[in-house]
């Protein structure tokens, strides 16, 4: 099978690079070739000031991209088309192209964009629905995308255009959501169900030399809508256990105070894997719906149990009692830690449900299985 894969890279690094990745991999080691349409964000840096207006003013569709990815299309003959992100340079005039050469288009659904202009759903330190399931241009008096007016009404044109024009419910075969919330979301914004499957993200990797240490690993970026103020006050009302934290934080010094608390900032990936082979459980307490947290699933493969807030992804993914703890309210948190730090039998139990959980859902050959499944079901429909 030739399968062209579709990305617009944004400027620094994410997870959806890794997803991309990690999916032409594992297609080509089983025989697939792998054909790559990709743009990058950064390129706009180096850009005129005309260049970036005219940008500006092309985002709903851009003549020149459909004329590259027509010729694209005409000298590769892909069997299908894997869009994971258009914007802003590629456009959606891939998927009029795409239409007009009988070339079948799935899409993986990274975020919550298709429904909100900041494609998180979060604004102001809280969860954010108050688009949902209306015209987009309510956002831009909130300045939601990055707090700007002109790139908030930038970003709701392209949405609310291609919502009235079609796009989104007759150029694209099929959409990949990543959980069942996510998916429950997006159809209550909008997206017909019919449309969709849940397909999770997979690791290439299961977890080496696992240890199960007397200490909790948070990792992430240390803000706010990240989980700052739950681990804050789990360090204040904790002072027995030992927390890792590896991760950047504009406030570093704010960790000093706590004796059982050691901030290690920003770590490459092997250090960062090396921790969670040792720990004996990863604390995720993200307030805001998230896509599909990588941290979760190399937890998983290391069978490290999660500790995190009954919301978003988190809600879908973590069964409480069996692969992980799930929390409501701040202080349940601390109740949460303080039960697992005295059990190890349960931190065993309930990470060897998440290694299972790994194997069943997330592993290489289960990612592999499941975007067979997804193209199967587009190109013989």
């Not at 999916?23 to 790559?36: D, M, P, R, S």
């Not at 802003?88 to 070339?103: E, F, M, S």
Request: glycine share 4%.
């Amino acid at each position: 099978m030739r399968i062209l894969q579709v990305h617009n890279i944004y400027i620094g690094k994410t997870g959806e690079e890794a997803v991309v990745n990690e999916e032409k991999k594992i297609l080509e080691e089983n025989g697939h070739q792998v054909i790559q349409y990709i743009k990058n964000n950064s390129d706009i840096n180096d850009s005129s000031k005309l260049a970036k207006a005219k940008l500006l003013l092309s985002l709903t569709s851009s003549k020149t991209v459909a004329l590259e990815f027509e010729e694209l299309l005409n000298t590769e003959c892909p069997d299908i088309c894997h869009v994971h992100n258009t914007f802003p340079l590629i456009t959606p005039v891939i998927y009029q192209v795409c239409k007009r050469l009988n070339v079948p288009v799935v899409q993986t659904l990274h975020n919550y964009k298709m429904i909100c202009t900041n494609s998180l759903l979060f604004r102001d330190g809280k969860v954010c629905e108050q688009c949902l399931n209306k015209n987009l241009y309510n956002s831009i008096k909130f300045k939601c995308y990055r707090n700007s007016h002109l790139a908030t009404a930038a970003q709701a044109h392209v949405i609310q255009y291609h919502r009235k024009k079609g796009t989104w419910d007759n150029l694209i075969d099929k959409y990949i959501c990543l959980t069942e919330f996510q998916r429950d979301k997006l159809v209550s914004g909008g997206l017909k169900r019919e449309q969709t499957v849940v397909k999770p993200n997979f690791l290439s990797y299961e977890g080496r030399n696992i240890q199960r240490e007397d200490f909790f690993l948070f990792v992430g970026r240390l803000n706010d809508s990240k989980g700052l103020q739950d681990l804050l006050h789990l360090f204040r009302h904790n002072k027995s256990s030992q927390f890792i934290l590896i991760g950047k934080s504009d406030n570093p010094e704010v960790f000093r105070e706590f004796d059982n608390v050691t901030h290690l900032g920003e770590r490459d990936r092997e250090d960062v894997l090396e921790y969670m082979s040792r720990c004996k459980a990863v604390i995720f307490p993200s307030i805001y719906y998230e896509g599909m947290p990588i941290v979760i699933l190399e937890a998983f493969a290391h069978k490290k149990t999660v500790i995190t807030r009954n919301t978003g992804a988190m809600s879908t993914m973590i069964g409480d009692g069996f692969n992980g703890l799930k929390y409501e309210q701040i202080t349940e948190l601390v109740e949460k830690v303080e039960h697992l730090q005295h059990d190890d039998k349960l931190a065993e139990q309930l990470g060897n449900n998440a290694f299972q959980d790994y194997c069943n859902k997330y592993s290489k050959e289960r990612g592999y299985e499941n975007l067979l499944k997804v193209y199967a079901s587009v190109l013989h429909s």
